[in-house]
């Protein structure tokens, strides 16, 4: 479910929004709409929600944010509408303003639903993103040791050439070896690992890993956090294009969800020139969010 956060991210997509800096002493005009005002300290505070690079741009879009939320509570007000909060997941509530805001945009905000002819045309114009991933089937043998145990590594190093060495000579031995010698609980099944995918290891060992052909042990051992590896790939399953109808309800989602998404931010840009906004200025009247 889209939250306020989310909604304010996309609401104002190329604004520029400027807080008008403190001059000398002088208080800083407040931010206002519509007369309501938004409180420096309100603004600080939602400032933690918003990563930023520096201190001034995570103000800026918290104060973008919580503009755009009196926005939408002044028009519930307006329209006199009630919600009744429901349950996001995990069993958190919705507060009873998110709620009258999302009932507020279930109202006032209409999306055409994604279409068979558009999502194909989607689906054509983007194949490579519907692809399964290529799996990768792995034997490994792990002679453990930690980075700061440097006398470990280096032990782990020369078991680990040892054993690559009695690989060379006898491939069929690497479940054997495993078995006897690994520090890792895939020992129990030969040092198998199952079948892998990109970011299923740790970089180092992947990095090496993803070079080796089918049934190519790595000619040296291989370093990681967790001491040295001795690795065999022993079959690749290359991804396949998944066809259009096991993808259909994904791509119709996503479609959606971005129709919605510049219909909000549209429908904020207009409550946002109607309204008289101070001390923060939403450049928006040339952008996407009003056209």
Known sequence: ???????????????KVTV???????????VTVNGAEITEEAIRTEAQHHPAENPAAAFQAAAQALVVRELLLQEVARHDLSAEAQIIGEGKRETDE???IRTLLDQEVDTPRADDEACRRYYTANKQKFCSETLYEARHILFAATNDNHTARAAARQKAEAAIAALKDSPDRFAELAASQSDCPSRMQGGNLGQLTKGSTVPEFETVLFTLEEGQLAPEPVSTPYGYHVIRLERIVPGRQLPFDMVRERISAWLEASSWSRAVAQYVGILAGQADIKGIVLNTADGPLVQ
């Not at 939250?3 to 997509?13: E, K, N, W, Y």
């Not at 008008?20 to 208080?27: A, C, L, V």
């Open 98 to 100: 998110d709620a009258q």
């Open 1 to 15: 479910m889209t939250t306020l956060l989310d909604l304010t991210d996309s609401a104002v997509p190329h604004g």
């Open 20 to 30: 008008p800096p403190r001059p000398g002493k002088e208080p800083k005009a407040p």
